[in-house]
């Protein structure tokens, strides 16, 4: 019985660690204002990220030139992790937030957000399980 109790409690645990990581994540997200510069949003974004990084929390980009206008897509992951040349996904999509720059401003952020943009200008969208 006791063996149950400690499973318990650890998936309690486990679960409000996952839920205290999310909430830190979610303040920089929140932080993040349409209009703001691309070198703003990158101030916003690298409180606790590990060294030197040009590209703080930015798990990926993606950039797109669409009717004279230069789409880039930054996915926060909150975790310093990057995803470098040709290897596999490591983390899952859901799990990222996209922030939608044009032309160096941010426009907005979220998957809704992009999925919006994404049906305006046909760019392509990552699927998220």
């Given amino acids: 019985m006791h063996s149950f109790v400690g499973k318990r409690v650890l998936l309690l645990a486990a679960v409000a660690g996952?839920?205290?990581l999310g909430a830190c994540k979610d303040k920089r997200v929140k932080a993040v204002d349409a209009g703001?510069?691309?070198d703003s949003l990158l101030t916003v974004l690298s409180p606790g990220s590990r060294g030197s990084d040009s590209l703080p929390n930015v798990y990926r980009t993606d950039r797109y030139l669409i009717?004279?206008?230069?789409?880039?897509?930054?996915?926060?992951?909150?975790?310093?992790?990057?995803l470098f040349g040709p290897v596999k996904d490591t983390l899952p999509w859901k799990e990222l937030t996209p922030i939608v720059m044009v032309?160096?401003?941010?426009?907005?952020k979220d998957w809704a957000y992009l999925d919006s943009i994404s049906l305006a200008h046909k760019i392509p969208v990552h699927k998220r399980d």
């Fill in 18 to 20: 996952t839920t205290l």
């Fill in 36 to 38: 703001i510069t691309r």
């Fill in 67 to 82: 009717d004279g206008k230069t789409y880039e897509i930054f996915y926060f992951s909150g975790t310093s992790q990057h």
């Fill in 103 to 108: 032309d160096r401003m941010v426009m907005g």
